[in-house]
């Protein structure tokens, strides 16, 4: 079956950084796209950084563009987040997601940015 496992996170002082990664099992990892995704407190899910299959794509939320790196590694089947320069307003879980026929999540990581 599928599974994310995500990892990395903790608490960081503003302007510090952290590298999520996303361990990814029980599918063809190299055929598929990836997701990351935050939801603070009270707040909706959103998307934070897409990759393609083959890493040669990828987008960002405007809120993290030139801040945040996604990249990934299809030989060790795991996605990162490369989180620099980071700002209260980024505490939240983080999650990576895969869509596969359904979608699919990890049981996040929480990051908490402050002094």
């Known amino acids: 079956q599928v599974q994310l496992v995500e990892s990395g996170g903790g608490l960081v002082q503003p302007g510090g950084s952290l590298r999520l990664s996303c361990a990814a099992s029980?599918?063809?990892?190299?055929?598929?796209?990836m997701r990351w995704y935050r939801q603070a407190p009270e707040k909706e899910r959103e998307l934070v950084a897409f990759i393609s299959s083959t890493g040669s794509s990828t987008n960002y939320a405007d809120s993290v563009k030139g801040r945040f790196t996604i990249s990934r590694n299809n030989g060790k089947n795991t996605v990162y987040l490369q989180m620099n320069s980071l700002k209260p307003e980024d505490t939240a879980v983080y999650y990576c997601?895969?869509?596969?026929?359904?979608?699919?999540w990890g049981q996040g990581t929480q990051v908490t940015v402050s002094s």
């Open positions: 997601n895969v869509v596969r026929i359904t979608s699919y």
């Open positions: 029980g599918f063809t990892f190299s055929s598929y796209g």
